[in-house]
């Protein structure tokens, strides 16, 4: 400990340059920071050098997003020295969490596939496997919401304004990045075609190293993170003219590509700078990897041996055009060859089947913008249409006519014609991987019969299915420690990396004493939200009702509306005195909606206008309560998930590719009401259904539903409480003075077709919401169902789910001889 102070002191004094006297939290929050990373910069070098040592098949998982929040906590606990900085920060006058505190989050991404990519590292980390995360070092993360008048708000997120302790800038190892230009053409020795691209526009792009520690095993892994800088400092031509401004322009041109996160999540919007960054990022780590592949061998056939790259949906399918490029242009590979490795190299994820989330790339863009990868596109799509007619032709499908071919061709074309002509990227994804999965069991199902049903029979190998999970050190151990305390003084620690030891709780949840303990942990955590939303937010929270959580992504699919429709009938039952047995409960609500996504944005305004009206009303807000937390991001999720013991997993069946925060709060133990949908399906058969709260049309029901002619007015009209419910969103009962103000949200409903199914699942979600109410009157059987729910979680760590990727997909082997013990 006296150790871990001296560096500290030290840090504050020459690497900040401040008095160690003048106790900034600040300084001093900065100062532990630098000295963890100290602790971790000499494993992160062992590891580094014993892949080359050990000669391992690297992983390199591609994600435009990662989601990783605050390190300082994580890493400490990862290194085993916690307690340790605690007392040492507690000798220095300081408490840990309140210098916790001082860390922004790191908001490099949007939601659930940006936080799945950092679950994933840190358990590439954990299990030793030899992988690195390639992303974008954006200088703006995700929008900091603030709800103002109700509505969402969205200010920059200047994370880097403060700087960002955890990382090395590597200033010195630039990449050239290029864009436009054109192709020259010219005949090889052999006389066969080659292809030159000469560039028109030059960026470079620096790599931002973070290191990612393994749980107690010395092994640290790099997530490497570009940021865009201009190749000219200044234009001389304009600075001795004397415009100056003219002649910072350029460069400031330039750097604008790594400058803001997309903040949409499964909306394309298309945009050009979007698609720069896309290849900004991709041909900078291509050429990372290949870098390092090329310091020890010659033949680039032997890459798919050595290298195996992830692509974390579509956002980096450009790499696969980009590696073709490389093999055909620079190392002068045919065709065949080039393609091979390729296709051995990729594997893809794909994590929605919304359509509108599947990303195209209009044809006139890419020819400007990146005229060789296009060309590529194209003879990729020749060469796969051939093929197409060749196995159509061929006896599985020799029933074929001519018209179903040609229906066929068209639909598995890399290009579309219609609206533009685009490139699909999710085709692109497809051909040019070896592996391409759904994230949960049903999605896997949806993606083989439905989205992608041709390419399933084309390669009926291809398509796999690995359930997503999360990582227990973050979203237990470091999120909930009275739980994780409570938990190892029955089971020891194993648990933590191995989370199948969770089931050594089940006997416990027959034991009143244990389930006493279990629900101080509860309460305990509760009380903490309890002073965290005093201090943000200013009201009192009753700890005694129920906490019953919505965080998420606002989006029509997540149906929040659906929520909020219980929550209106809650409040007219309650007002008309017909609720005497209601359980008394607070509602929360939290997400961010994409600033162009006018329908989240109308719902995040109406669960707010809901909230003003049912916390004021004196009549019933003893027994209901709702809470908007604004500014939903992973450390505020760490808070809340702990405290909460429902957990709304809404959507409608089939739409959520699989959830993950559905996991984070089973683990905490807090019991689910949701639809049979993505990943909860997957819970409910691990866990038992009868321990959660299950309702709704299935996924096939929806599809008969929508066949035989879904009329949302039928529910209206058939069900007097949503009627009345409808209508008053409708009128200005919840927005005095601006009549008409949600009507859009109810138009939709009803008038708009309810693409989501909000009013055929409505009964019968208050029909669970009601199970829900009784159950918790009886607080033994709740905590026994909540300790089942989390002893039964063990299949959902990412450790499995990582497990299964190297084993299935990479061919990737943990790095043996490992040590374990504290690495301080
Ligand atoms: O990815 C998560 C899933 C979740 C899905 C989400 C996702 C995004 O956050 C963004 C784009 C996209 O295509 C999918 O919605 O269901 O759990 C991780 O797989």
């Known amino acids: 400990m006296e150790g871990l102070k001296k560096d500290v002191i030290r840090h504050v004094v020459s690497s900040l340059g401040s008095d160690y006297a003048s106790k900034s939290a600040y300084n001093y929050y900065n100062a532990l920071a630098l000295a963890v990373r100290d602790r971790l910069i000499d494993n992160w070098i062992k590891t580094q050098r014993s892949y080359y040592d050990e000669k391992a098949k690297r992983v390199y998982y591609l994600s435009l997003e990662y989601l990783p929040g605050k390190s300082l906590m994580n890493n400490l606990h990862c290194l085993g020295i916690y307690e340790t900085a605690r007392k040492a920060m507690s ?10 505190e001082q860390e922004w989050d790191a908001g490099l991404g949007n939601g659930g596939l940006g936080r799945l990519a950092s679950c ?14 390639y992303g974008i070092r954006y200088d703006y993360g995700i929008f900091h919401q603030v709800i103002e008048d109700g509505k969402q708000v969205e200010q920059a997120d200047n994370w880097m304004r403060v700087g960002n302790p955890w990382a090395y800038e590597r200033g010195q190892h630039l990449f050239p990045v290029r864009f436009f230009g054109e192709v020259k053409n010219w005949t090889d020795e052999y006389g066969r075609l080659r ?3 000469t560039a028109g526009d030059t960026v470079l792009a620096m790599p931002c190293d973070m290191l990612v520690p393994g749980w107690d095993n010395h092994h640290v892994i790099n997530m490497r993170l570009w940021s865009a800088r201009s190749d000219v ?10 415009n100056y401004l003219g002649a910072v322009e350029e460069k400031i041109f330039d750097e604008k590509i790594s400058k803001v996160l997309y903040p949409s999540d499964q909306i394309e919007e298309g945009r050009e700078l979007r698609l720069k960054q896309q290849y900004f990022f991709v041909t900078a780590t291509i050429q990372d990897i290949l870098r390092r592949f090329r310091k020890k061998h010659q033949d680039m056939t032997e890459l798919p041996q050595s290298v195996a790259i992830q692509l974390n949906d579509t956002h980096p399918a450009i790499a696969i055009a980009e590696l073709m490029r490389i093999l055909l242009d620079e190392d002068l590979l045919d065709w065949e060859v080039a393609w091979d490795i390729c296709v051995s190299t990729f594997a893809y994820t794909n994590h929605t089947i919304l359509p509108e989330a599947l990303e195209t790339w209009p044809v006139s863009l890419l020819e400007r913008m990146l005229p060789r990868h296009m060309q590529i596109i194209y003879e990729i799509n020749a060469r796969f249409l051939r093929e197409v007619e060749r196995v159509a032709r061929s006896e599985d499908c020799g029933q074929l006519c001519h018209r179903d071919l040609d229906h066929l061709k068209q639909r598995v074309s890399l290009i579309q014609e219609r609206p533009i002509k685009s490139v699909r990227m999710a085709h692109l994804a497809i051909i040019g991987s070896h592996s391409v999965n759904g994230v949960a069991a049903l999605h896997t199902e949806l993606l083989k019969a439905r989205v992608f049903d041709d390419f399933q029979r084309l390669y009926p190998q291809k398509i ?8 227990p050190r973050r979203w237990l151990w470091s999120a909930n420690q009275p739980l994780s305390r409570l938990i190892a003084s029955h089971i020891g620690t194993g648990f933590v990396r191995n989370l199948d030891e969770l089931t050594q709780l089940e006997p416990l949840a027959a034991d009143p004493a244990f389930r006493e303990a279990w629900r101080a942990a509860k309460l305990e955590n509760k009380q903490r939200l309890q002073a965290y939303i005093k201090r ?45 047995d209601f359980t008394p409960r607070t509602v929360f609500f939290g997400g961010k909606a994409a600033p162009s996504y006018f329908m989240a944005k109308r719902i995040i305004h109406a669960i707010n206008a809901v909230a003003a009206t049912v916390n004021a009303d004196s009549r019933v807000n003893d027994k209901l309560q709702v809470v908007y937390l604004p500014n939903y ?14 957990s709304e997993q809404i959507s409608t069946a089939g739409m959520e590719a699989s959830g993950t925060g559905n996991m984070k709060f089973a683990l905490n133990g807090a019991l689910t009401i949701g639809t049979w949908d993505g990943a909860t399906i997957e819970m409910a058969q691990a866990i038992g259904p009868e321990l959660l709260f299950i309702f709704g049309m299935r996924e096939d029901e929806l599809v008969s539903l929508r ?11 058939g069900d007097e409480e949503l009627r009345e419910a409808l209508d008053m969103l409708r009128s200005d009962a919840f927005s005095p003075g601006q009549h008409g103000l949600f009507a859009p949200l109810v138009d939709n409903l009803l008038h708009g077709g309810d693409r989501f199914f909000v009013l055929a699942d409505y009964r019968q979600y208050l029909g669970a919401q009601q199970d829900v109410g009784r159950l918790y009157l009886d607080q033994e059987e709740w905590t026994r169902r909540s300790i089942l729910n989390a002893a039964r979680m063990g299949f959902f760590s990412s450790d499995r789910a990582i497990s299964q990727y190297a084993r299935e997909i990479w061919d990737v082997a943990p790095m043996a001889g490992l040590q374990n013990g504290k690495g301080a």
């Open 195 to 197: 292809h030159t691209w």
């Open 633 to 646: 991001c992973v450390s505020q999720a760490e808070r809340v998930i702990p405290a909460t013991e429902l």
């Open 233 to 242: 400092e200044f234009d001389l031509d304009f600075f001795n003219t004397g």
């Open 464 to 471: 796999n299915n690995k359930t997503n999970g999360v990582t």
């Open 91 to 100: 000798d220095l006058g300081f408490s840990l969490e309140d210098l916790a």
């Open 120 to 133: 994933f590292l840190d358990s590439m980390a954990t299990l030793g496997i030899p992988g690195y995360g």
């Open 536 to 580: 943000k937010l200013m009201r009192e929270l009753h700890t005694e009702h129920l906490f019953d959580v919505h965080i998420k992504r606002i989006h029509e699919y997540k149906r929040q509306v659906l929520n909020l429709l219980h929550v209106v009938t809650a409040y007219n039952r309650l007002r008309h005195g017909q609720a005497a």
């Open 707 to 717: 066949q035989h002619g879904y009329n949302p007015m039928l529910y209206y009209h």
